[in-house]
């Protein structure tokens, strides 16, 4: 019998860790959706240099839905951590430096693991760069050139960017229009983030999010809404 694939979060930043919504916290099915008393759950801090701080948020995440079983996965990897990454049923991907996150990943081969894992029927969730880890491309330039671009995990068939909004999405247009024909990127607001579906649907989350193609050597942008909001509509308009 094959394993089901469990759906991939996005998020911006963390605020949606601790998000509630229709009563309850947003995390709440993804905890109900785990079939076991007490799960594990992995925090992967390569992209921030495994702050103790940011950890400590994760915990509290956690713990509000009822997972207490949490542990560091740092970026030397030893056998300790990998031992439990490979029984964890929760692994987020940290925000930080994209660059920095996705060589430990790499070199280490924690990368390869976090793949298997998934495909084992863990949850993942990436925030910020972890988010941009599990798309398509990272790149180590804030206006890129071609050869600035790397490729990441690929769960995700997008570019992903993240709280660029202030700077018009500047960064994720160029991955767009420099990566491979057909690649689109997936811009997540501050605040806001993204439920990747096995089957490929995705449900924006609280926030509108911005996609982004090439059409005619020119960038396209479309806005997703979360299926709630009242607008309840696509709008598209051509970029330049």
């Known amino acids: ?14 605020q949606l860790l601790f998000w509630n ?11 109900e959706s ?5 799960p594990k759950a992995a925090y992967v801090g390569a992209s921030n240099g495994d702050q103790p701080e940011y950890f400590s948020i994760f915990e509290g995440a956690m713990s509000s839905i009822g997972v207490t079983d949490c542990r560091m996965i740092f970026s030397d990897y030893q056998k300790e951590d990998r031992d439990y990454l490979m029984e964890a049923d929760i692994i987020l991907l940290a925000g930080g430096d994209v660059v920095r996150g996705w ?5 280490t081969g924690m990368g390869q693991d976090i793949v298997q894992r998934y495909y084992d029927n863990a949850t993942l969730i990436g925030i910020s760069a972890g988010a941009v880890h599990l798309g398509m491309m990272g790149c180590d330039n804030e206006i890129p ?23 018009g ?8 229009s420099l990566g491979d024909p057909g690649v689109k990127g997936m811009g997540l607001p501050s605040g806001g983030g993204l439920i ?31 299926p709630d909001d009242p607008i309840g509509q696509t709008a598209s308009d051509a970029g330049d």
């Open 145 to 167: 050139e071609e050869d600035d671009l790397f490729e990441t995990f690929k769960l995700i068939p997008y570019a992903i960017d993240a709280h660029d909004e202030g700077q």
């Open 1 to 14: 019998m094959s394993i089901p694939i469990r759906p991939i979060y996005l998020m911006a930043d963390s």
């Open 169 to 176: 999405w500047q960064r994720l247009k160029a991955m767009v």
């Open 21 to 31: 919504t229709n009563g309850q916290s947003f995390l709440a099915p993804l905890r």
């Open 34 to 38: 785990i079939d076991k008393e007490h």
């Open 196 to 226: 990747y579906y096995p089957d490929h649907v995705m449900e924006p989350v609280r926030h509108a999010i911005v996609e982004f193609s090439v059409k005619d050597d020119q960038i396209q942008q479309t806005l997703l809404f979360p």
């Open 103 to 107: 060589r430990v990943l790499d070199q």
